[in-house]
T-cell receptor, first 110, second 115 residues
Framework: EDQVTQSPEALRLQEGESSSLNCSYTVSGLRGLFWYRQDPGKGPEFLFTLYSAGEEKEKERLKATLTKKESFLHITAPKPEDSATYLCAVQAGNTDKLIFGTGTRLQVFP | EAGVAQSPRYKIIEKRQSVAFWCNPISGHATLYWYQQILGQGPKLLIQFQNNGVVDDSQLPKDRFSAERLKGVDSTLKIQPAKLEDSAVYLC?????????????FGAGTRLSVL
């Protein structure tokens, strides 16, 4: 069964304190791995898509990387406005559905 | 560009009542999805439409849930009768097409509380 596991469940950082979020997956035929940001009371907001091992993408303070078993979302010098839940999802096989992990709730304190 | 529109934003009902949610996707997006997000979990796909047709409804509880997408644009999701465990946020998403390099854009969701 296709599965996505995110860790840690929650992460508290001081402003400027860099860290990484992990997304490990077990799927048959990975087509793409997606990172979304979700703020309270809002829908997921698309951040990145990664398609093959070794691929990296960056956006402001965020950098996503992909291996054959996991993805990391690196946050460099975070700011309080980076506080949100970060969701990882995979597309696999011949379906378009996204299989989500349970997310990492990030809090950045000034 | 306008995003995915959903209404209502919140709904509170008693168990065994019925409820309906509405979604208007991004203009030009052929594929529409309904996801259920229970508190503390990631979204789970309920149903996927490509234009008017259903592509995947394998995880839709068909004894109580139904969905339609008339004219390939707007969509409604209905629950009848509702159960306590249906309390969740119902998210609508859309994408240009299905398949490779398909990015799904989400609406703000409808938060349903079943009492």
């Amino acid at each position: 069964e296709d599965q996505v596991t995110q860790s840690p469940e929650a992460l508290r950082l001081q402003e400027g304190e860099s860290s990484s979020l992990n997304c490990s997956y077990t799927v048959s035929g990975l087509r793409g791995l997606f990172w979304y940001r979700q703020d309270p009371g809002k829908g997921p907001e698309f951040l990145f898509t990664l398609y093959s091992a070794g691929e990296e993408k960056e956006k402001e303070r965020l950098k996503a990387t992909l291996t054959k078993k996991e993805s990391f979302l690196h946050i460099t010098a975070p700011k309080p406005e980076d506080s949100a839940t970060y969701l990882c999802a995979v597309q696999a096989g011949n379906t378009d559905k996204l299989i989500f992990g349970t997310g990492t709730r990030l809090q950045v304190f000034p | 560009e306008a995003g995915v529109a959903q209404s209502p934003r919140y709904k509170i009902i008693e168990k065994r009542q019925s409820v309906a949610f509405w979604c208007n996707p991004i203009s030009g997006h052929a594929t529409l999805y309904w996801y259920q997000q229970i508190l503390g979990q990631g979204p789970k796909l309920l149903i996927q439409f490509q234009n008017n047709g259903v592509v995947d409804d394998s995880q839709l509880p068909k004894d109580r849930f139904s969905a339609e997408r008339l004219k390939g644009v707007d969509s409604t999701l209905k629950i009848q009768p509702a159960k306590l465990e249906d309390s969740a946020v119902y998210l609508c998403a859309s994408s240009l097409v299905g398949g490779f390099e398909n990015i799904q854009y989400f609406g703000a969701g409808t938060r349903l509380s079943v009492l």
